[in-house]
């Protein structure tokens, strides 16, 4: 056996040293080229979206018109009134395409075994074919025990249900807070007040309602509490006004990641070099999601103003997104112009980043399609 010498070890360690720096080097997110104009988009995962089963013909058409392979309903209810049935038919008549949320049942908060019993009701719709879990903003805003206080968003009562959705594989969805504006004075100096003025019940500003940074730092100690739990932070962890702020969690914690839904506008604000090197920086970290909502009578596309949004609208919507993420255009229409008149730049991502955000960081989470620990639907009982 040959003997190893010294300038042969210190050879090999230079060869395992990425050229010039550190190990932890990036790429500079400058440095990469934009998707080339011959790159085809794979088929998206809409991995944030509220169905109604009585709208599958909609679901189906907007998801084909869009090349949307599969979406998560993250609507996909409880036990308390069959909604897990309906969830369930609506998967099955789909072929698997949507995928099915759980959502706690709040009117039992006051139960003395509330997160061990949700624990147990996560796990039977686990087996039963669902394959996530949805806190919606209620969280920290409007559930409240019989007392009428607060149920926090930290609660320890919890604590079983986010250590089930750990031990059963499945992510957790978080909603907390909502934009920053709809904590401000809703009048005419808020720059949503377009918005606030179509749903009044989003202005969270007084009425004994938490601030903005508490419902963040408790949601925060969540994810700190729980490393073998995965969390989604929706809406580009409930903080696309501070990226930074995202970028932060994302390093602290291995177990966090985010969706984009219904940020586009928000994070589109800030520079697009800056919003470029966040993607590629966390590009396995981050999943593509609309917020679109269809409902038999009913399109809600990340948000909605008086007017009642068509399947044409839903393919602008989409296509909006396409040419922010896919792009290098300046100055233009974000997706969802209730959110505010002004305009964004794109950021134009690289291939393997689009290709991530669009469908594989997704597919590994949900475990869907191809991806590795994909597996088919489970049976379902109809
Ligand atoms: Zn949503």
Same mark, same amino acid.
């Given at each position: 056996?040959?003997?190893?010498?010294?300038?042969?070890?210190?050879?090999?360690?230079?060869?395992?040293?990425?050229?010039?720096?550190?190990?932890?080097?990036?790429?500079?997110?400058?440095?990469?080229?934009?998707?080339?104009?011959?790159?085809?988009?794979?088929?998206?995962?809409?991995?944030?979206?509220?169905?109604?089963?009585?709208?599958?013909?909609?679901? $189906?058409?907007?998801?084909?018109?869009?090349?949307?392979?599969?979406?998560? !309903?993250?609507?996909?209810? !409880?036990?308390?009134?069959?909604?897990?049935?309906?969830?369930?038919?609506?998967?099955?008549?789909?072929?698997?395409?949507?995928?099915?949320?759980?959502?706690?049942?709040?009117? $039992?908060?006051?139960?003395?075994?509330?997160? /061990?019993?949700?624990?147990?009701?996560?796990?039977?719709?686990?087996?039963?074919?669902?394959?996530?879990?949805?806190?919606?903003?209620?969280?920290?805003? =409007? /559930?409240?025990?019989?007392?009428?206080?607060?149920?926090?968003?930290?609660?320890?009562?919890?604590?079983?249900?986010?250590?089930?959705?750990? $031990?059963?594989?499945?992510?957790?969805?978080?909603?907390?807070?909502?934009?920053?504006?709809?904590?401000?004075?809703?009048?005419?100096?808020?720059?949503?007040?377009?918005?606030?003025?179509?749903?009044?019940?989003?202005? =969270?500003?007084?009425?004994?309602?938490?601030?903005?940074?508490?419902?963040?730092?408790?949601?925060?100690?969540?994810?700190?509490?729980?490393?073998?739990?995965?969390?989604?932070?929706?809406?580009?962890? !409930?903080?696309?006004?501070?990226?930074?702020?995202?970028?932060? &969690?994302?390093?602290?914690?291995?177990?966090?990641?985010?969706?984009?839904?219904?940020?586009?506008?928000?994070?589109?604000?800030?520079?697009?070099?800056? &919003?470029?090197?966040?993607?590629?920086?966390?590009?396995?970290?981050?999943?593509?999601?609309?917020?679109?909502? =269809?409902?038999?009578?009913?399109? &809600?596309?990340?948000?909605?103003?008086?007017?009642?949004?068509?399947?044409?609208?839903?393919?602008?919507?989409?296509?909006?997104?396409?040419?922010?993420?896919?792009?290098?255009?300046?100055?233009?229409?974000?997706?969802?112009?209730?959110?505010?008149?002004?305009?964004?730049?794109?950021?134009?991502?690289?291939?393997?980043?689009?290709?991530?955000?669009?469908?594989? !960081?997704?597919?590994?989470?949900?475990?869907?399609?191809?991806?590795?620990?994909?597996?088919?639907?489970?049976?379902?009982? =109809?």
């Amino acid at each position: 056996m040959r003997r190893l010498t010294l300038p042969m070890i210190l050879l090999a360690v230079a060869a395992c040293k990425p050229a010039g720096g550190s190990p932890e080097a990036e790429p500079a997110a400058a440095d990469l080229p934009a998707a080339p104009a011959g790159w085809h988009r794979p088929k998206l995962i809409d991995a944030h979206a509220h169905l109604s089963p009585f709208a599958i013909p909609v679901i $189906r058409r907007i998801m084909d018109e869009n090349g949307v392979e599969y979406v998560v !309903n993250l609507s996909g209810g !409880n036990h308390a009134d069959g909604d897990i049935e309906y969830s369930l038919k609506l998967a099955k008549v789909m072929e698997g395409r949507v995928v099915n949320c759980y959502n706690p049942d709040w009117y $039992r908060i006051d139960e003395p075994d509330f997160g /061990v019993v949700e624990a147990r009701r996560l796990a039977d719709s686990v087996a039963k074919g669902f394959r996530c879990l949805k806190i919606a903003k209620a969280l920290g805003l =409007f /559930v409240r025990h019989g007392s009428g206080v607060l149920l926090e968003v930290d609660d320890p009562a919890l604590d079983p249900l986010w250590a089930a959705a750990g $031990r059963l594989g499945v992510p957790v969805y978080v909603h907390v807070a909502d934009p920053k504006a709809f904590f401000r004075p809703c009048d005419e100096t808020n720059e949503r007040w377009a918005e606030l003025q179509v749903h009044p019940s989003w202005c =969270f500003h007084g009425q004994g309602f938490p601030s903005f940074d508490e419902l963040l730092d408790a949601f925060e100690r969540v994810v700190a509490k729980h490393p073998a739990t995965t969390f989604i932070g929706v809406h580009l962890g !409930n903080a696309a006004e501070e990226p930074d702020r995202v970028a932060r &969690m994302l390093a602290a914690y291995p177990n966090y990641y985010v969706d984009i839904a219904a940020r586009v506008p928000e994070f589109g604000r800030h520079p697009p070099e800056k &919003m470029r090197a966040f993607f590629v920086r966390w590009q396995d970290r981050v999943l593509f999601g609309t917020d679109v909502v =269809f409902s038999p009578r009913h399109i &809600m596309l990340g948000s909605t103003g008086t007017d009642r949004p068509t399947p044409d609208d839903a393919r602008r919507f989409y296509q909006a997104h396409f040419r922010y993420f896919e792009t290098q255009d300046r100055q233009i229409e974000h997706p969802t112009p209730i959110q505010g008149s002004w305009r964004i730049d794109a950021v134009g991502l690289p291939a393997e980043v689009l290709e991530k955000l669009y469908r594989k !960081n997704a597919e590994r989470l949900l475990k869907l399609g191809s991806g590795p620990g994909a597996t088919p639907p489970a049976p379902s009982p =109809f």
